[in-house]
């Protein structure tokens, strides 16, 4: 079984500045998917950055990047220039690879970390 | 742009009785998902549902759930005979046969409040 762990339940960040937060994970596979997701007030889950673990290459979207360590089992999520509306619950989640195409596959979440930028 | 969409948003029962929650998954996806987050909690996972049938089911997901897909539009998750505990904000999520299946799209979620 896989698990994943946010150790800081919360954090902070003023307007324009760089926040990093982190995720560590078990687990025994070697295949899998690693994501970040926001939940703002409104309380819908939104995808915010994925990483493929058979990539050395760290993701990047716009503002939000990772760093991924795999030795590590380290998965941290940095946000640059950080805005009012990045204030949310931040998500880190797992999936494993599944070879099947007819195979759905389950997300395993963090407890999550509350970011709140301030103005 | 297309959304995943859930009905009600929030849903007052009372304990023992019978809860349908109601998801419209994005229209051309195939997998579907329920997830569930009580209070203050993690997100986690229910079930997953592909073809027409359960592809994987969580700890959680005893005899008192069962989903369904009774049309070509909707997705329901059932809860036979409600607990107090059941209390949660109820995900629905879907992801797409081709190509993007890794990723995800959550709905609004309905808030299920047992009393």
């Known amino acids: 079984a896989q698990t994943v762990t946010q150790s800081q339940p919360e954090m902070s960040v003023q307007e324009a500045e760089t926040v990093t937060l982190s995720c560590t994970y078990d687990t025994s596979e070697s295949n899998y998917y690693l994501f970040w997701y926001k939940q703002p007030p409104s309380r819908q889950m939104i995808l915010v950055i994925r990483q493929e673990a058979y990539k050395q290459q760290n993701a990047t979207e716009n503002r939000f990047s990772v760093n991924f360590q795999k030795a590590a089992k380290s998965f941290s999520l940095k946000i640059s220039d950080s805005q009012l509306g990045d204030t949310a619950m931040y998500f880190c989640?797992?999936?494993?690879?599944?070879?099947?195409?007819?195979?759905?596959?389950?997300?395993?979440f963090g407890s999550g970390t509350q970011l709140t930028v301030l103005p | 742009e297309p959304e995943v969409t859930q009905t009600p948003s929030h849903q007052v029962t009372q304990m023992g009785q019978e809860v349908i929650l109601r998801c419209v998954p994005i229209?051309?996806?195939?997998?579907f998902y329920w997830y569930r987050q009580i209070l203050g909690q993690k997100v986690e996972f229910l079930v997953s549902?592909?073809?027409?049938?359960?592809?994987?089911k969580s700890e959680i997901f005893d005899d008192q759930f069962s989903v369904e897909r009774p049309d070509g539009s909707n997705f329901t998750l059932k809860i036979r005979s409600t607990k107090l505990e059941d209390s949660a904000m109820y995900f629905c999520?879907?992801?797409?046969?081709?190509?993007?299946?890794?990723?995800?799209?959550f709905g609004p979620g309905t808030r299920l409040t047992v009393t």
């Open positions: 229209s051309n996806h195939l997998y």
């Open positions: 549902f592909y073809n027409n049938e359960i592809s994987e």
């Open positions: 989640a797992f999936m494993k690879h599944v070879v099947s195409s007819g195979s759905a596959r389950q997300l395993t």
């Open positions: 999520a879907s992801s797409d046969p081709a190509g993007k299946r890794l990723e995800q799209y």
